[in-house]
């Protein structure tokens, strides 16, 4: 099996920042310097369909590209043996008046390349048949992505080699208002940047403290002798931990547990709040009622997290297991001592001094920085025992797993499943048994569009519901799909190669997850 | 043979497609969204009717003509491109830097295909040009803009000018697209938009806490004392009712003091003196106010004598500056914090009087970076890496190429669908707005059915958490009745240029056209007429900013005890003859204004709470209910559904009769 996990993270530059940096900055705030480099390091393959319908999708696909090769990927190639036509100059942005009657893989190329410097494209014009059977042929790329329609021979030549190599595929399809993609994923895809959402992601671990935040909660002393400044000016992460030692007390020892706990310890918490003040109250204490109900809770465990921690390839590592899975081995191990996840350590913003926020600020630090360290011993540990010390994992990309080790999601296609496009046209059993359940609850009305654009042609479509507007609808679909001919409109194209590259750089990027739905538009 | 534009013609009909190649188009911003947006104008062919047939010699033929709307695409943007667009505004390239955006927009759409006629401006949407008269000249309008207040410009204008707005904006990963039109749907200031926040003064000038405290205090405070013109206000930060009085007095006095020491730029010990007085004195100043630090940790000055390490300082700062992934020590900030200030003096010397902080200016983002870091030192905050630095000052929104192409898609994807709805504007000069409060009897019914506005147009949106499906949209919604800026009616007043006509002349105007007894008027200037202010009244209109070729508006409010909606008057040149028999030159149009009256909730006092909102809101809220639904229906489809062939995505049915 190949190499399927993130590439190596890069740590920051600490050389000058290149003019490259200036040029990529909008988009390295978004993916970090370790997303661009696997960007850099990708390859993709535009199949253009051999079944000459129109223009073939080949607008859509051109746009993806483009909206590949600003953001910088390092080589593309467009694999189309058909030649410019009149019709195609007035749709494809990426062709001009002299492109005509020239192979549109070289034109294509030829204008995209013009984008981006740093981009290197390549162009195959022969025919699907001369190439594709080559030895090797498609070994350059890391994605694939295939305008429709193709002889459903090579689709699933192309479909098969794509799951033996475990690299994503999408298949994309527009005709008129109407488009489609799917993507294949690999077996088994990980992803370590997912992106929560900020409002999830704290992890203050009240609930389950360590010595030296137990310190800082001792330091604190007798609360009620506190000047009145000193009294507001507790951070609230230290007022909680106090109150739950003295709900403890006096419920055996126990956390608050349920809702109706919790609304009582923060009854309790508002109670120790100093009201013969102008303001009636205090921010921390009012920072600490508002954060009771998200915060007292056990240290968080993401179901993507657990899911992984139970999947064959993180209990069994191997020599040639990919970095990801050795990490995920490593926090597995942690997790199995110490019943949490290594701390994220970052801390929300809060009402305190600054000597007391930085004070707090630093324990958490600390705790994240020395939990790193022993998932890190554990890596080395495993590298030694199945001697891939050569490759050493580096510190930065054990670090970044750490920091997101709750959120981190293993994508999967557990039966290496096709796309539906392919299962469809091979008249696959279990995809037939399945369609009458998905058009009686297509209730957005869209499985026509994926029906007329993609139903194998000798597919009898006479009989599809009993509902005669349903059967409409779906009559209907077909016939705008014939009205158009295979004539792509230039926005609709537009807006599927928008969503296709939107999937494709969280796939190559590995930062946050891609749909794993068939999506379909109907523009109209 | 295939003709060039078989695709379009056979997508979207014929009647639509003439439309299409008819309309007349405003784009507002040739940025991120603006690129994308025209390739697909072009590549749609909006706007290449007359192109398409030009006639011999380029003149037009007959003097009816000249009243022909003609239909293009004009792209106007105030910016010049910059290395960190080129990521994603992908109509430039690296020999395009510098140049104006919208000429170099034209300049490369234009190969693709010359049949539009593309007329590209470089100027501010905010200029005097760009009135209300010029906005009524085309079908639809873009906003590709990557700010509030030009957003909201753009909307009021094309409010009073009755033209349908296609609204829109990324961030990251996610998009939003909205279709505006008055009196159909909600304007972009229906809901209110997150204000800047603004901090304390004191905690800026005397009690940071924060990283971001000190960083607000070099970009808005040190650096436009020191480099920009005096007396600036920053909307960063604002004397608060916490803020103590005599502090603020200090804090004035201060401010007057680093003034002297700006007099010292260019001498050779001026980054000395500057550094002096505000790492040292001031911190000494502020030490020395003991009560203020009974609890907080105090400051500690910084000697520049001590610290500083000779002639080299400046040198070793250029080369650190190029360092900006990591936070610099205590002593390398120093040195950025010399070389910078010696940088920025060497550009005021020769020539350039004020400098603007500006986030893609290295030499203001190295200031702003070692003088907030070495404010950070002073009171016991971390220090942060200029990479980090420039986000937060710059309040820098990442933008990606894919975002931003999905999102001007989804643009033309509603315009397609406004276009269908909307009658066809007469071929000529656009006759003034007809009295655009009143729904016609096309919207009205629309209302309490708002799937149905502008032809089944739809707020959409580019999601990022969910990601079964990667586009959601929600049915657009009907004007909110106690919206400030689309409630009221808009109507225009022509000025004559041959008469100056006074104050009282339009109140009288207003009084016979409109019927009012007790009402006020309001300039962008301030209250210029009420019942209780005659001082005005003899004044000409010009004295008070009111002329033909402004671009403001006039408020006019009924203050009568049933009060009337607003209306508001844009002003144009009088073209036609002032009538003898008429007493005034000026003329509003239309002549016959209907004010229905004001919804209660817009002028009763105290709260205002859902049960009491009129009925367009009502609708909303059925919208927003209907929504519910939609998404519970998902997820027990979901649930029905047990197969991976999952169908999602935008649209219920607009059926085109083609």
């Given at each position: ?156 030549q192309t479909c098969a080699y794509a799951s033996e190599n475990s690299i994503p595929l999408i298949y994309m399809h527009s005709a008129g208002f109407y488009a489609s993609f799917s ?342 | ?197 603004s901090f304390p003064i004191c905690t800026i000038r005397s009690t940071p806490s924060q990283p971001i405290h000190c960083i607000v205090w070099a970009k808005s405070y040190l650096f ?73 940790k105090p400051p500690e000055p910084l000697s520049f004598q001590s610290l500083s390490e000779g002639p080299s300082i400046v040198k070793q700062g250029q080369t650190l500056a190029l ?336």
């Amino acid at each position: 099996m190949t190499e399927i996990a993130p590439r190596e993270v890069t740590p920051p530059p600490l050389q000058a920042p290149t003019a490259k940096e200036k040029k990529y900055d909008r988009q390295l705030r978004l993916w970090a310097a370790s997303g661009q480099r696997a960007l850099e390091e990708s390859h993709v393959l535009l199949i253009v369909g051999d079944e000459n319908l129109g223009s073939n999708s080949t607008v859509a696909g051109v746009e993806t590209l483009k909206n590949l090769i600003l953001p910088s990927i390092g080589n593309f190639t467009i694999a189309d043996s058909a030649r410019v036509t009149d019709a195609d100059l007035g749709v494809n942005f990426f062709l001009e008046s002299d492109s005509l009657y020239k192979s549109r893989a070289d034109e294509t190329r030829r204008l995209l390349s013009e984008l981006n410097p740093d981009v290197t494209g390549h162009a195959i014009t022969t025919h699907l048949s001369e190439w594709l059977e080559l030895e090797n042929s498609l070994q350059p790329y890391n994605l694939i992505l295939i305008c429709a329609p193709i002889s459903l021979e090579y689709l699933q030549q192309t479909c098969a080699y794509a799951s033996e190599n475990s690299i994503p595929l999408i298949y994309m399809h527009s005709a008129g208002f109407y488009a489609s993609f799917s993507i294949q994923l690999p077996h088994e895809f990980p992803i370590v940047d997912t992106h929560p959402d900020p409002e999830s992601t704290q992890d203050l671990r009240l609930l389950a403290p360590w010595p030296e935040l137990e310190a800082a909660v001792d330091s604190i002393g007798d609360i009620s002798t506190l000047s009145d400044h000193d009294h507001g000016h507790i951070p609230y992460i230290l007022l909680l931990l106090h109150y739950l030692r003295e709900w403890k007390t006096s419920h055996n020892g126990q956390y608050p547990s349920d809702f109706k706990e919790k609304t009582e310890f923060r009854d309790l918490v508002r109670s120790g709040a100093r009201t013969n003040n102008p303001e009636g109250g205090e921010e921390n204490y009012d920072e600490a009622c508002a954060s009771v109900l998200k915060s007292i809770a056990p240290p968080p465990v993401g179901s993507g997290c657990k899911e992984m921690m139970n999947m064959p390839s993180c209990t069994q590592v191997t020599a040639g297991s990919p970095n990801f899975w050795i990490i995920a081995n490593a926090i597995k191990k942690f997790y199995d001592t110490h019943g949490v996840l290594p701390l994220p350590g970052s801390l929300p913003d809060m009402k305190a001094t600054s000597t007391e926020y930085i004070k707090l600020q630093s324990i958490y630090k600390a705790k994240a920085r020395a939990d790193v360290a022993e998932v890190t011993q554990t890596v080395r540990q495993l590298e030694n025992d199945l001697s891939r010390m050569s490759t050493k994992i580096v510190d930065s990309e054990i670090e970044a797993f750490c920091k997101n080790a709750c959120h981190v999601r293993v994508l999967t296609n557990p039966n290496n499943a096709s796309i539906p496009e392919l299962r469809l046209a091979i008249s696959d059993a279990k995809t037939f048994a399945g369609l009458p359940g998905l058009i009686e609850n297509d209730w957005e009305g869209m499985l026509p569009v994926f029906i007329a654009l993609d139903a194998p042609r000798k597919m009898d479509l006479s009989n599809l519901s009993e509902d005669a507007d349903v059967q409409e609808s779906y009559e209907k679909a077909v016939e705008e799909v014939e009205r158009v001919q295979g004539g792509e409109l230039h926005n609709i194209s537009s807006v599927l190669g928008g969503m296709v590259a939107q999937e494709a750089i969280k796939l190559l990027t590995r930062h946050k997850s891609s749909t794993q739905m068939a999506q379909h538009l109907n523009g109209r | 043979m295939q003709r060039r534009d078989r695709g379009v013609a056979q997508s979207l009909g014929g009647p639509l497609t003439k439309r299409v190649k008819e309309s007349r188009v405003l784009l507002v911003g040739a940025g991120g969204i603006g690129c994308e947006l025209l390739k697909n104008l072009v590549c749609c062919g909006f706007g290449s009717y007359q192109s398409a047939l030009p006639t011999e010699d380029g003149t037009e033929t007959s003097p009816a003509a000249s009243h022909v709307r003609k239909a293009e695409v004009v792209v106007i943007d105030l910016d010049t491109i910059d290395l960190s667009n080129l990521n994603r505004q992908f109509l430039f390239r690296k020999q395009h830097i510098k140049k104006p955006k919208a000429f170099v927009a034209k300049e490369t759409a234009s190969q693709f295909n010359p049949s539009v006629a593309i007329d590209a401006q470089h100027a501010s949407i905010f200029d005097s040009t760009y009135n209300v008269e010029f906005f009524e000249g085309f079908d639809i309008v873009f906003n590709a803009l990557d700010n509030l207040a030009a957003r909201r410009h753009v909307n009021k204008m094309c409010l009073a000018a009755d033209v349908p707005l296609v609204e829109s904006g990324t961030t990251g990963f996610m998009g939003q697209v909205q279709a505006i039109k008055k009196g159909v749907t909600e304007c972009y200031d229906c809901n209110p938009k997150p204000v800047q926040k603004s901090f304390p003064i004191c905690t800026i000038r005397s009690t940071p806490s924060q990283p971001i405290h000190c960083i607000v205090w070099a970009k808005s405070y040190l650096f436009p004392e020191l480099f920009g013109t005096s007396e600036e206000d920053s909307a960063d930060m604002a004397v608060t009712e916490g803020d103590n009085a005599e502090e603020v007095a200090k804090l004035k006095e201060e401010a007057e003091a680093l003034k002297k020491v700006r007099r010292m730029m260019g001498k050779s010990e001026f980054a000395q003196e500057v550094f002096n007085k505000v790492f040292h004195d001031d911190i000494e100043r502020l030490r020395s106010m003991t009560e203020m630090w009974q609890s907080r940790k105090p400051p500690e000055p910084l000697s520049f004598q001590s610290l500083s390490e000779g002639p080299s300082i400046v040198k070793q700062g250029q080369t650190l500056a190029l360092q900006d992934q990591r936070a610099w020590t205590l002593l390398e900030n120093i040195s950025v914090f010399c070389y910078s200030l010696e940088t920025l003096s060497n550009r005021v010397q020769g020539g350039e009087n004020v400098i603007e902080f500006d986030k893609d200016d290295k030499d203001t983002l190295d200031f702003v970076t070692s003088a907030a870091n070495l404010r950070s030192h002073v009171f016991g905050i971390p220090l942060h890496s200029e990479w980090e630095i420039k986000q937060m000052a710059g309040n820098i929104i990442p933008a990606i190429a894919t975002s931003n192409a999905l999102t001007a898609s989804l643009c033309v994807m509603e315009a397609f669908k406004i276009l269908r709805s909307q009658p066809a504007k007469a071929n000529a000069l656009a006759e003034p707005t007809a009295n655009n409060h009143i729904p016609t009897k096309a919207q009205s019914t629309a209302i309490g059915k708002p799937e149905e506005l502008l032809g089944g147009s739809k707020m959409v949106f580019l999601t990022s958490k969910n990601t079964d499906r990667l586009i959601t949209s929600q049915p657009l919604v009907g004007p909110k009745a106690d919206c400030p800026v689309c409630s009221p009616v808009y109507a225009k007043l022509a000025i004559s240029e041959e008469r100056a006509e006074t104050l009282k002349a339009l109140v009288d105007l207003l009084k016979r056209t409109v019927g009012y007894k007790d009402f006020s008027m309001t300039t962008e200037a301030g209250i210029i007429y009420d019942p209780d202010l005659e001082d005005n009244l003899q004044k000409p209109l010009s004295e008070l900013g009111i002329t033909g070729q402004s671009n403001g508006f006039i408020t006019v409010t009924d203050d009568s005890d049933e009060p009337k909606v607003d209306l508001v008057l844009s002003t144009t040149i009088r073209r036609s003859p002032v009538d003898d028999a008429e007493a005034t030159g000026l003329q509003i149009t239309p002549k016959k204004i209907e004010l229905p009256l004001k919804p209660e909730a817009a002028y009763a006092n105290g709260d205002m709470d859902g049960d009491a909102e009129p009925e367009p809101v009502f609708a909303s809220s059925a919208g927003a209910k209907r929504k519910r639904e939609t998404e519970e229906e998902v997820e027990s489809a979901k649930k029905r559904a047990k197969s991976d062939v999952y169908v999602v995505e935008d649209d219920g049915a607009i059926l085109l009769d083609d």
